[in-house]
């Protein structure tokens, strides 16, 4: 199956779209995403919302999951059951969101071939444009098998 896993993900996510956000780089479990600086959605002290990176780093992670079983959603919804996030620093400016796959897909699949409800991690760093790190997360997903 090949597609592109960011663009579905913005058709699939319109919020993402609002948010004015884009992929550098998507493949198999790795997604690099980037936002815009903008004035509206930023906090009282002059950064980005905390909701706008924990939204910038979710989305990262729904890409890098598409990326890595997409080939699965015909028979199987992903969810989020999950996530952590830590704010490390205010940021300034353009934000990144690197997304890293941190399961094997191989035992995930299985699980899944198995009628099982296979449950996964992608950590997520947040960074500014220059590479100064904001925040880190980790979104745990889950695929439910269609019934």
């Given amino acids: 199956m090949s597609f592109d896993a960011g663009a579905l993900m913005l058709q699939s996510v319109p919020f993402a779209r609002t948010l004015g956000i884009s992929f550098d780089k998507v493949e198999p479990g790795l997604a690099i995403a980037r936002m815009p600086d903008r004035g509206d959605l930023h906090n009282h002290v002059g950064g980005p919302h905390a909701g706008v990176l924990f939204s910038v780093a979710e989305v990262a992670s729904g890409a890098a999951m598409i990326a890595a079983f997409g080939d699965q959603?015909?028979?199987?919804?992903?969810?989020?059951t999950n996530a952590t996030i830590r704010y490390t620093k205010l940021a300034k400016g353009e934000i990144v969101a690197e997304a890293h796959l941190r399961s094997s897909r191989e035992e995930v699949v299985a699980l899944l071939d198995a009628g099982k409800r296979p449950e996964f991690e992608i950590a997520i760093e947040v960074r500014t444009a220059d590479g100064t790190p904001v925040s880190e997360m980790t979104v745990f997903w889950t695929l439910r098998p269609n019934r």
């Fill in 73 to 80: 959603l015909s028979r199987a919804v992903p969810l989020v």
